[in-house]
């Protein structure tokens, strides 16, 4: 599934692609269950750029599946890779596909207590919740205010913050809040009036806040009951970051790049037994790629959304 122009969900299309053999360092891998996230139809909408010679573009950065092929030196962050394995994609590239080429450092071995559609979508939107979490020093006892907290990569952040200790306050659609109860964080509705009501749930202060969102909403409240700027960190409003003067996260940052990488494993892990959950809200075919961002674009139900090849 490609881009073969930049523009809407129109532009996507299916090719047959010939892939030759694996050379070395890379790995050929069949994908099961593929994860959607809205950097992919940022990429086609133009937001970085509109390089035509890009064209078309290969999409998705993750997915779940198995190894059909390997190169030479196929050894990955966790080991050798073998012809069968079970394994987990990200960084990947190109990974809307059935089956695609991959760097073996992109290539983890799946747990088996880990389902491959959760599997498949856990690793961009953990690892970005992770870089977070560390970004802004979150530790025990902290009272930490997530915008977006119903999100893909809200609802990592928030058990992981929790998991450090802290108490969450996260901001949602009134919907979300039952789940959001649920997995212990304090819900409060974005909107105007949203500093008072994060004063009403966090009458001690609030000592960091994560944006996943990247409102002038989320960022103004964030510097009104945040103290120290270095403790509010955003994933989506780089303009207001930079002139505002607090962390703004993003993949190609190489402390990011490599953070995210080393995290892979333990966040497989905490999967695996359960100490964090990463909901599937709904799958799609491979085919029915634009529809998934279509509606991943707009209010839409909690979780993340997969591909099935
Ligand atoms: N910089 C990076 O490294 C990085 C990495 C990953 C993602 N991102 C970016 O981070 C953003 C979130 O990604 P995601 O995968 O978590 O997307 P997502 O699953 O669609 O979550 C976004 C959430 O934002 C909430 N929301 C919508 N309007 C809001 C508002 N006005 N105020 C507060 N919350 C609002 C929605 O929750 P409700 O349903 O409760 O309204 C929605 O669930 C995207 O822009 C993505 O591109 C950046």
Known sequence: MVAKAFGGPEVLT??????????????????RAIGVNPVEYKQYGGAFGT?????????????????????DDATGP????????????????????EQALEPASAVLPRPAALG??????????????????ETVG????????????????????????KLRGATVIGTAREVNHD???????IPVTYGEGLADRVRDAAPGGVDAAIDTVGTDEAVDVSLELVKDKARIVTIAAFGRAAADGFPVLGGG?????????RVRPELLDLAARGEITNVVAKTFPLA??????????????????ILLP
């Open 253 to 261: 940052n190489p402390a990011s790049a490599a953070l995210r990488d």
């Open 138 to 161: 979150v530790s025990d006892g902290d009272v930490v205010l997530i915008h977006g907290a119903a999100g893909a990569v809200g609802l990592l952040a928030v058990q992981l913050a």
């Open 116 to 133: 491959v559609q959760e599997a498949a979508g856990l690793l961009l939107t953990g690892t970005t919740a992770y870089d977070t979490v």
């Open 14 to 31: 299916v090719i047959d692609e010939e892939l030759p053999a694996p050379g070395p360092g890379e790995v050929l891998v069949e994908f």
């Open 51 to 71: 390089d035509e010679s890009t064209l078309p573009l290969h999409l998705g950065s993750e997915g779940a599946g198995i190894v059909v092929a390997v190169g």
């Open 179 to 185: 789940y959001l109860r649920s997995i212990g964080a």
């Open 288 to 305: 029915d790629a634009g529809r998934a961002h279509t509606e991943l674009k707009t209010a839409h139900p909690i979780g993340k959304f």
């Open 78 to 97: 966790s080991g050798p890779i073998s012809v069968g394995d079970e394994v987990v994609v990200y960084r990947g590239s190109g990974t809307y596909a």
